[in-house]
DNA sequence: CGCACACTTGAACCCCCTCAACCCAAGTGG
DNA sequence: CCACTTGGGTTGAGGGGGTTCAAGTGTGCG
């Protein structure tokens, strides 16, 4: 794995003016809402890294010594239990900040599942970088709010929805996800496998498959190959994602 | 349902030259990280309230106009299918803050499930307060990742705990709170009802029923009567809980 | 080519749900 | 006082949605 100085699109020159412009993720990013002189103070304990698909960057219950702000790619948020059930907690991309426990010790794992850029600052330094930059803190604590709002919307899934109606919603979700990637509208990217999506949503691998061919057959979806997926019917989708139908 | 100026204790004296002192949630609360002079501000814009069993005091997708301090009692937050079906997403207990979404509308609804009692924010003011009270808005942060902990914890449960699992889970969760109350240790109250325990659990009423019977006629638990409950085996109870036995 | 891995499909099973009956305690009211 | 109601809790019998087990089909890559 790699690792350099961040701002790696000027990497060999004069170190940045102005920080962070090569970051492809600086829009949707936490980072942004720091002026350009506290951006740089950022810049510089941060270090940016290329991660490898399937590598494990973080793991549940080991001490939590750095923040990550992903840049590029995917990676899988889970948790396990000792016998190896898996749950994916979420999916974090380009924009997403990882590490934002309370607690000394990371509460999942994160593990690239497509090769990854990211960038790390040191817990001890972001957090005492943190007390000079209220704005930055208070858009974590949006982000946060966001992030339970979406695990509350999960717990209904995982809690009270049928296998037809998690995939469903799950296809929505990436729906909404995809606006932002350069895709044709109606299109998605999976780059998760098929037992990942199953354990996103409390399911096995069969059932997945088998709910995504029913929808192929019903016409609802169509798989385009290289893991890229058509909607066809949205608004049935949708209502069945929401329990109607 | 009353309404009245915050402060309970001091309803009718000079106007608190400290303020909340009457307040037996304090001590947890998000409040509590405030210095005087800024506790008075905070108890300027609040609003204390009682809301009685039953009434439902948030109703998702409402316009989000406040937010609430719990000081005494239990709520239920819950969303729910067009169809009925009902997943609860966490109890709010005293020294629990609500609404904390960004959203302009509430993602759940809260109801009370015993004699409530509150204090009530203006989300504007509120939010406008934040911007001068760091502190405050970096206790916020920490709760949120604390929540956003606990979901993740839950969705673990949801998504691949068996029935048996998600109830000692769930006593074992509730053995950690009813530390702070005043309870033998061992044991815990639950003032919520079999049918809500199960909608917590993504169960029935029926099977959350069945698995507390069984726990019993194993000697794990005992019902002692008033929604009191003693844990007599905790080291079991733990290890079914986290996936061992 | 051949191996590994992801995906799909089929068949049998099982855990939990559904439906139903019943118990019990707390009101309520004649 | 008892008859009746209501809401929460328990227990039983049967059924079904999703899992488990198993086999087979791609498909990328050394």
Redesign the interface.
Known sequence: METQRAIPALAGTTLASEPCTGCEARRESVCNVVDIRDRMQLAAIAISRNIGKGHVFIEESDPATDFFNITAGTAKLY?R???G???I??FAEAGDFLG????TTY??SAEAIEPLHACRFPRLKLMRL??TL?QL??R???S??????M??????L????TAQERVASFLMERSRAAAACGLPPGHIRLPMTRTEIG?Y??LTVETVSRTMSLFRTQRRIALLGGGVLALLDLPWLEAVA???V
């Not at 946060?144 to 709002?149: G, H, P, T």
């Open positions: 948790k239990l000792p016998d059930r898996q749950q907690v979420g934002l426990a309370v607690s509460s999942f943190l007390r209220p803190e208070h974590l604590l949006e946060a709010c966001q992030e339970l709002v695990a509350q919307e999960q717990m209904l995982l809690g009270r929805k354990d949503l409390g929401t329990g109607l």
